[in-house]
């Protein structure tokens, strides 16, 4: 179950950030990522309703403004590289990030199977194979720090969400979408603009901050059903989607190397779906 939901995790994390980075085409990145997280918000406040998460102890606090902290400056600085480089190539290397989770699992005694193990480092590789055309320098120095530096920071985020999910995983997902809205209305205020947002785009930032916000909590929830160091990768497969939806949708030219790199990827999540 755990890896099942790390899996819809991914699934959604890749399509939220397959419009998202359309739409910062088009807006500043900041925008978009501070409307699509207000719509997230409104979707986490209803669920923590329904749930009761307002009144459950409040451990969730301190990890979920540092996995927004994280998170926010991770999709504003992917949300950047994707405007400036090819979708279906930054993409995956954000999922580097992972490392970041995995390491700090392993730190805290986790013990993957040697089935889970291999799944962690064929995951991994595969990502990083997608992301092939990239590495050869095809798009500029730019996109790439930028996608490094988004890996990191969603490595962190994810780290803290689940940490907070060990309290209550709803209100950790909320908790992170009140401090991201507040940031991004922040840096809105500075600098004067609303980032050029047109009403046309409520729908698509509604979308975008539904899926996001649904990726959050799926994922925290496969934290708490095993082990942070494989949900962690599982849920960073998110590229794979957004890789598919470019190559779907805009018709985006992908090398060998990135079809190896997926089917790499599938290979892992089969891996440690036996361990």
Do not use: K
Not at 124 to 152: D, F, K, N, T, Y
Not at 202 to 217: D, F, K
Not at 268 to 274: D, F, K, R, T, Y
């Amino acid at each position: 179950m755990a890896v099942l939901l790390a899996l819809l995790s991914s699934g959604l994390w890749g399509s939220a950030d397959f419009l998202g980075g359309l739409l910062s085409r088009r807006r500043a990145a900041y925008a978009v990522v501070g409307a699509s997280q207000a719509a997230g918000l409104a979707v986490a406040t209803v669920a923590a309703i329904v749930t009761g998460g307002f009144g459950s102890p409040l451990g969730w606090v301190v990890p979920s403004v540092l996995a927004a902290v994280g998170g926010s400056l991770a999709l504003v600085s992917f949300y950047a590289a994707l405007a400036g480089g090819t979708m279906g190539v930054v993409s995956p290397i954000t999922a580097l990030g992972a490392v970041v989770p995995v390491v700090a699992g392993l730190l805290a005694g986790e013990r993957p199977s040697a089935f889970a193990s291999a799944g962690i480092v064929l995951g991994l590789l595969g990502a990083v194979a997608a992301s092939g055309p990239e590495l050869r320098g095809g798009s500029g120095a730019r996109p790439i720090l930028l996608a490094v530096v988004a890996g990191v920071a969603f490595g962190f985020g994810m780290l803290f969400i689940a940490r907070g999910a060990e309290t209550d995983a709803v209100m950790t997902v909320w908790g992170m979408r009140l401090t991201g809205v507040v940031g991004c209305a922040v840096v809105a205020i500075m600098c004067r603009s609303t980032g050029r947002l047109r009403l046309a785009d409520a729908g698509p930032l509604v979308v975008v901050g539904t899926c996001a916000v649904s990726a959050n909590l799926l994922f925290g929830l496969s934290s708490q059903l095993g082990y942070v160091s494989i949900t962690s990768v599982v849920a960073s497969l998110y590229p794979v989607a957004t890789v598919l939806l470019a190559w779907a949708v805009l018709h985006e030219r992908l090398l060998r190397i990135q079809y190896v790199g997926v089917a790499a990827a599938m290979a892992g999540v089969a891996l440690v779906s036996i361990s």
